[in-house]
Protein backbone atom coordinates (compact mmCIF):
# COMPACT_ATOMS: atom_id res chain seq x y z
CA UNK A 1 0.00 0.00 0.00
CA UNK A 2 1.44 3.62 -1.12
CA UNK A 3 0.25 6.83 0.24
CA UNK A 4 -2.16 7.65 -2.47
CA UNK A 5 -4.05 4.24 -1.79
CA UNK A 6 -4.69 6.16 1.63
CA UNK A 7 -5.45 8.77 0.33
CA UNK A 8 -8.30 7.29 -1.52
CA UNK A 9 -8.81 4.69 1.18
CA UNK A 10 -10.01 8.04 3.02
CA UNK A 11 -11.45 9.80 0.66
CA UNK A 12 -14.16 6.96 -0.13
CA UNK A 13 -14.93 6.15 3.87
CA UNK A 14 -15.05 9.61 4.59
CA UNK A 15 -17.26 10.93 1.61
CA UNK A 16 -14.78 13.94 1.17
CA UNK A 17 -12.99 14.81 -1.81
CA UNK A 18 -9.75 13.43 -2.66
CA UNK A 19 -8.13 16.41 -1.64
CA UNK A 20 -9.34 17.60 1.41
CA UNK A 21 -8.43 13.68 2.23
CA UNK A 22 -4.74 14.35 0.79
CA UNK A 23 -4.46 17.24 2.73
CA UNK A 24 -5.79 15.24 6.15
CA UNK A 25 -3.30 12.37 5.13
CA UNK A 26 -0.54 14.98 4.73
CA UNK A 27 -1.10 16.78 7.90
CA UNK A 28 -1.05 13.62 9.25
CA UNK A 29 1.70 12.24 8.23
CA UNK A 30 3.70 15.79 8.53
CA UNK A 31 2.48 15.69 12.47
CA UNK A 32 4.25 12.34 12.90
CA UNK A 33 7.01 13.72 11.31
CA UNK A 34 7.91 16.21 13.58
CA UNK A 35 6.90 14.42 16.50
CA UNK A 36 9.51 11.79 16.30
CA UNK A 37 12.07 14.27 15.15
CA UNK A 38 11.65 15.88 18.64
CA UNK A 39 12.11 12.22 20.19
CA UNK A 40 7.95 11.68 21.33
CA UNK A 41 6.34 8.57 21.33
CA UNK A 42 3.20 8.32 19.86
CA UNK A 43 0.86 5.83 20.85
CA UNK A 44 -2.07 5.14 18.64
CA UNK A 45 -4.78 2.95 20.66
CA UNK A 46 -5.52 0.11 18.61
CA UNK A 47 -2.76 0.49 15.88
CA UNK A 48 0.71 0.52 17.86
CA UNK A 49 3.28 2.80 19.41
CA UNK A 50 6.36 4.59 17.42
CA UNK A 51 8.84 5.17 19.67
CA UNK A 52 12.98 6.59 19.03
CA UNK A 53 15.39 4.99 20.51
CA UNK A 54 19.22 5.26 20.59
CA UNK A 55 21.46 3.21 18.08
CA UNK A 56 24.97 1.97 19.15
CA UNK A 57 28.02 3.17 17.14
CA UNK A 58 29.21 -0.19 15.69
CA UNK A 59 31.39 -1.44 12.60
CA UNK A 60 30.00 -2.57 9.51
CA UNK A 61 31.25 -4.35 5.97
CA UNK A 62 30.81 -2.99 2.40
CA UNK A 63 29.53 -5.58 0.75
CA UNK A 64 31.10 -4.98 -2.44
CA UNK A 65 35.14 -4.16 -1.48
CA UNK A 66 34.65 -6.09 2.35
CA UNK A 67 36.58 -3.04 3.69
CA UNK A 68 35.36 -1.75 7.34
CA UNK A 69 32.92 0.74 8.00
CA UNK A 70 32.37 3.23 10.66
CA UNK A 71 28.81 3.13 11.24
CA UNK A 72 27.84 6.31 13.77
CA UNK A 73 25.64 6.07 16.91
CA UNK A 74 22.52 7.84 16.05
CA UNK A 75 18.46 7.37 16.16
CA UNK A 76 16.25 4.86 15.21
CA UNK A 77 12.54 4.41 14.94
CA UNK A 78 10.77 1.13 16.24
CA UNK A 79 7.13 0.71 15.68
CA UNK A 80 5.57 -2.33 18.17
CA UNK A 81 2.09 -3.16 17.20
CA UNK A 82 -1.04 -2.94 19.38
CA UNK A 83 -2.80 -6.15 20.36
CA UNK A 84 -5.51 -5.76 17.99
CA UNK A 85 -3.03 -5.75 14.84
CA UNK A 86 -0.63 -8.45 15.87
CA UNK A 87 -0.80 -11.46 13.39
CA UNK A 88 -2.30 -14.71 14.96
CA UNK A 89 -0.90 -17.88 14.37
CA UNK A 90 -3.28 -18.17 11.60
CA UNK A 91 -1.64 -15.24 9.46
CA UNK A 92 -4.68 -13.27 9.92
CA UNK A 93 -4.78 -9.93 11.58
CA UNK A 94 -8.03 -9.26 13.69
CA UNK A 95 -9.80 -4.99 13.40
CA UNK A 96 -12.17 -5.48 16.15
CA UNK A 97 -11.75 -5.34 20.27
CA UNK A 98 -13.28 -8.48 20.35
CA UNK A 99 -10.38 -10.81 19.21
CA UNK A 100 -12.14 -12.51 16.76
CA UNK A 101 -10.96 -12.05 12.73
CA UNK A 102 -13.70 -11.47 10.60
CA UNK A 103 -15.21 -14.28 8.35
CA UNK A 104 -18.15 -15.78 6.62
CA UNK A 105 -19.87 -18.76 8.06
Given at each position: ????????????????????????VDALFHS?KEALTRG??????????????????????????????????????????????????????????????????
Open positions: MIKLDIINRVAEKTGVPKMKAEQAMERIELRGFGVFVVKPRKRGVGRNPRTGEEVAIPSGKTIRFKPGKELQAHEDGEITDDDSGESDSDF
